[in-house]
């Protein structure tokens, strides 16, 4: 018979182990799609400020006093890992010039595509729809839309604002390589920018049945140091009847853009 303190030690080491083990999350496995891939199907969205600022930043004004609140810039944790952005030298000083001059510069405010990653946590909801061999993704914004090919690579044709996507399942994730990028669109509102070299790896994970992991891998020479991160949380929308509505923004910048070309009355 084993004495008294030995049986209370292996009876705590037992606990102990168990406790572990209970602490210990599973890892959440999605739901099947007929072809056995994770079911992403769904219409999502991000529920942050990055879409303002990609780096942690304070509430401030906007760049028109006379919107008064209605234009302020919300405050926000940020996205990046380790909220820095690997900028050289010559890129700082640019974002810093593009940062002055938002109002003029930035491609949201003329309804331009938004690229990759940016799609993807401005505040509008988009929508993943899978087959076998593609995948879909619709945004509200701007009717942007991007085909996921899920056969063998094939390279970008040409470069483009939404880039050319090739996917591929990592167990439970979807990573998608995106390439082809053209150098006119930015990561925010903030004059976050990058050059037509962008390279986009993206991975979406199913982290429970209503919430999906992304990450965003940046790698261009030309602009950073190194690669760089960013992640976040995607949300489902459970409302009844949930769809993707238009937002077809050119119209509402045509004045801003063609208005001074306008023949004058008499001329």
């Known amino acids: 018979m084993l004495p008294v303190s030995c049986t209370r030690g292996a009876f705590a080491g037992v606990l102990f182990a168990a406790g572990i083990s209970l602490a210990q999350p599973a890892i959440y496995k999605a739901p099947r799609t007929a072809d056995g891939k994770p079911d992403l199907n769904g219409i999502w969205q991000a529920l942050n400020t990055a879409n303002w600022d990609i780096r942690g930043h304070a509430a401030a004004p906007g760049p028109l006093f006379q919107l008064g609140a209605t234009g302020a810039i919300p405050p926000g944790l940020g996205v990046v890992e380790g909220d820095d952005i690997p900028y050289l030298p ?24 938004p690229g990759v990653p940016r799609a993807t946590y401005m505040p509008y909801p988009f929508q993943i729809v899978q087959s076998d061999k593609h995948i879909l993704i619709s945004y509200e914004y701007a009717s942007a839309v991007r085909i996921v090919n899920m056969e063998a690579p094939k390279k ?87 769809q993707l509505l238009e937002f077809k923004c050119v119209e509402f910048v045509e004045e801003l853009m063609y208005g001074p070309l306008r023949k004058k009355p008499g001329k």
């Open 90 to 113: 010559e890129a700082a000083a640019k974002q810093k010039e593009n940062s002055a001059n938002r109002l003029a510069l930035d491609p949201e405010v003329k309804c331009y595509l």
């Open 156 to 242: 970008a044709p040409i470069d483009s604002w939404m880039g050319w996507s090739n996917g591929h399942w990592d167990g439970e994730t979807l990573v998608i390589d995106v390439t082809g990028l053209n150098d006119q669109t930015w990561f925010d509102r903030a004059g976050n920018f990058h050059s037509d070299a962008l390279h986009v790896t993206e991975r979406y994970t199913a982290r429970s049945p209503d919430t999906l992991t992304y990450e965003a891998l940046i790698e261009d020479p030309k602009v950073f140091s190194r690669p760089w991160k960013m992640s976040m949380i995607l949300y489902r929308h459970l409302e009844p009847h949930a």
